[in-house]
């Protein structure tokens, strides 16, 4: 089967750099997406990898490395507002038009 | 706005009851989705479509069924409810290939007593 490994949670202050990790077990790979959910409220997408490297979008950053099967999700200058949870997503081998979804991250900030 | 629109937006609901959950896109989305949300298990998928006329299961689709008779809408029944289908319910849709996101609507939280 499918699986996908992220922490359960994470925690840091404002103003400083997570990094959320994802690690993935999958017959086939064909990108991970990162998406983020606040407290009550739906997912938004954040970013997707298709090749090994970093994806850059404002104070977030996400990385792959399909050689380790691992990706990350790094958020810089860390705001209140990026308190959520964070999950990682695969598309599904099997049929690619799905999504497979992590367990999720949920970050913490401190002030 | 353009987006996708879900109802109710909660529900209470006596187990043996029929229960349909309505989700509603006006993006001209093709492929249309139905999650569900338990706490620790993250996103699971009951059922999927394509496009109008077509649907197919997810990873747990037992308990539930699904219709697409346009682009539009994409409604979700619980035949006869069981305590463990209460959760929180998502909709969503995608436009494109399987490589482009898929955007939620804000979900219906669902509990069955």
């Known amino acids: 089967g499918q699986s996908l490994e992220q922490p359960s949670e994470v925690t840091a202050v404002e103003g400083a750099i997570v990094q959320i990790n994802c690690t993935y077990q999958?017959?086939?790979?064909?990108?991970l997406s990162w998406y983020q959910q606040h407290d009550g409220g739906a997912p938004t997408f954040l970013s997707y990898?298709?090749?090994?490297g970093l994806e850059e979008t404002g104070r977030f950053s996400s990385f792959l490395s399909r050689s380790d099967s691992y990706g990350y999700l790094l958020l810089q200058e860390l705001q209140m507002k990026d308190s959520a949870s964070y999950f990682c997503?695969?598309?599904?081998?099997?049929?690619?038009?799905?999504?497979?979804f992590g367990t999720g991250t949920r970050l913490q900030v401190f002030p | 706005i353009a987006g996708i629109t879900q109802a109710p937006t909660s529900q209470i609901l006596a187990a043996g009851r029929r229960m349909t959950l309505r989700c509603t896109q006006d993006?001209?989305?093709?492929?249309m989705y139905w999650y569900r949300q338990d706490l620790g298990l993250g996103l699971r998928l009951i059922h999927y479509?394509?496009?109008?006329?077509?649907?197919g299961k997810g990873e747990v689709p037992d308990g539930y069924s699904v219709s697409r008779a346009n682009t539009d809408d994409f409604p979700l029944t619980l035949a006869s409810a069981v305590p463990s289908q209460t959760s929180v319910y998502f909709c969503?849709?995608?436009?494109?290939?399987?490589?482009?996101?898929?955007?939620f609507g804000d979900g219906t939280r669902l509990s069955i007593l």
């Open positions: 993006m001209r989305h093709n492929a």
């Open positions: 999958t017959s086939g790979f064909y990108g």
């Open positions: 479509s394509n496009t109008a006329g077509t649907t």
């Open positions: 969503a849709s995608r436009e494109g290939p399987g490589n482009q996101p898929q955007h």
């Open positions: 997503a695969v598309r599904d081998p099997g049929n690619t038009d799905k999504l497979i």
């Open positions: 990898n298709a090749l090994d």
